[in-house]
């Protein structure tokens, strides 16, 4: 095995840690959250800017979390786990991905800390980039009861509709957000995406 002078592997170190430093800040998310093992359904996982949209806007809300789904909706989710990422944390009520424009979006579902099972809120967040402003969008609320029963997940377009419905709908993104709800008696799949300025919602089989 070859060695390499002290200096040199000191130097190889430091460069491989100032290029981790550089992707997670490209991509828009704290390096410092990783490092410390940050839990993934709380607010500390997302970007800075995300964080202060949410902690002003929705102080009395959290992130839908794997505690906080029914039982149903916890078994699907159990059964439709994927290896979670350092761009997508293992959280049902986070979704990550290129929602709105060529740009890194976060969808998140909200319910209320203290009743949690009472309502819930989808918004979405498409960070910023250079010039262009981020931008914040509710693309669908709740208050009628069964929080518990929903969560999300990223979804690419192309997988749910075909190129003819893609340009028919007039999507411009190719991702779109996963709304799965499972009830004790109902199951049923929504597919959240952006199309002449809003976002827009339609039933999927899945």
Same mark, same amino acid.
């Given at each position: 095995?070859?060695?390499?002078?002290?200096?040199?592997?000191?130097?190889?170190?430091?460069?491989?840690?100032?290029?981790?430093?550089?992707?997670? !800040? $490209? @991509?828009?998310?704290?390096?410092?959250?990783? =490092?410390?093992?940050?839990?993934?359904?709380?607010? *500390? #996982?997302?970007?800075?800017?995300?964080?202060?949209?949410?902690?002003?806007?929705?102080?009395?809300?959290?992130?839908?979390?794997?505690?906080?789904?029914?039982?149903?909706?916890?078994?699907?989710?159990?059964?439709?786990?994927?290896?979670?990422?350092?761009?997508?944390?293992?959280?049902?009520?986070?979704?990550?991905?290129?929602?709105?424009?060529?740009?890194?979006?976060?969808?998140?579902?909200?319910?209320?800390?203290?009743?949690?099972?009472?309502?819930?809120? !989808? $918004? @979405?967040?498409?960070?910023?980039?250079?010039? =262009?402003?981020?931008?914040?969008?509710?693309?669908? *609320? #709740?208050?009628?009861?069964?929080?518990?029963?929903?969560?999300?997940?990223?979804?690419?377009?192309?997988?749910?509709?075909?190129?003819?419905?893609?340009?028919?709908?007039?999507?411009?993104?190719?991702?779109?957000?996963?709304?799965?709800?499972?009830?004790?008696?109902?199951?049923?799949?929504?597919?959240?995406?952006?199309?002449?300025?809003?976002?827009?919602?339609?039933?999927?089989?899945?």
């Amino acid at each position: 095995m070859i060695q390499l002078p002290t200096n040199r592997r000191i130097f190889i170190q430091a460069a491989v840690v100032a290029s981790s430093v550089v992707m997670f !800040l $490209v @991509i828009g998310v704290c390096p410092v959250a990783f =490092a410390n093992k940050v839990k993934p359904c709380t607010l *500390e #996982w997302l970007p800075d800017e995300v964080q202060v949209r949410l902690k002003t806007d929705y102080s009395s809300w959290k992130i839908q979390d794997l505690p906080g789904l029914s039982v149903k909706a916890n078994a699907r989710w159990q059964s439709e786990k994927r290896t979670p990422s350092q761009m997508e944390p293992e959280c049902p009520g986070i979704a990550v991905g290129e929602f709105k424009t060529n740009q890194l979006s976060y969808a998140v579902l909200l319910v209320p800390i203290e009743k949690p099972d009472a309502a819930y809120r !989808l $918004v @979405i967040f498409t960070l910023s980039s250079g010039t =262009a402003p981020g931008s914040f969008e509710t693309a669908d *609320e #709740w208050d009628n009861g069964g929080a518990a029963n929903y969560y999300i997940r990223p979804v690419h377009i192309a997988k749910v509709f075909s190129s003819e419905w893609v340009r028919k709908l007039k999507v411009p993104a190719k991702d779109g957000v996963i709304s799965v709800e499972a009830a004790e008696n109902e199951y049923g799949v929504e597919v959240y995406f952006w199309s002449n300025g809003q976002y827009r919602h339609e039933p999927i089989d899945h």
